[in-house]
C-alpha cells in the first residue's frame, strides 16, 4: 500500500485552544489536493496550564491530511 504523499483533497484547518466553545471561524492554512504547505501562527493555548489546541480538519469529500506541529517559542 502506498502512503499518500499530501491531502487527499482541498480543505483548511482550524486550530484554536483546547478550552474554547466553539471553533473560530477563519482557518490557520488551507491547502488543495497533494499540496505540502507550512505556515507560521501565533496560537493561544488553553488557560489553566494544560497547553491543549484543537485541530478541525476540513477535507472535501472526506479525505485526509497530515498535520506536523513543531513549536519554535513561546510567550509569556
Known sequence: MRAELGPTGAGHLTVFPGDYVAAPTTSAIN????????????????????????????????????????????FE
Open 31 to 74: 491547502f488543495s489536493v497533494g499540496q505540502t504547505r507550512a505556515n507560521q501562527a501565533i496560537l493561544p493555548l488553553a488557560i489553566g496550564g494544560a497547553g491543549n489546541l484543537l485541530v478541525d480538519p476540513v477535507v472535501v469529500g472526506g479525505g485526509s491530511v497530515h498535520l506536523i506541529v513543531d513549536v519554535v517559542g513561546y
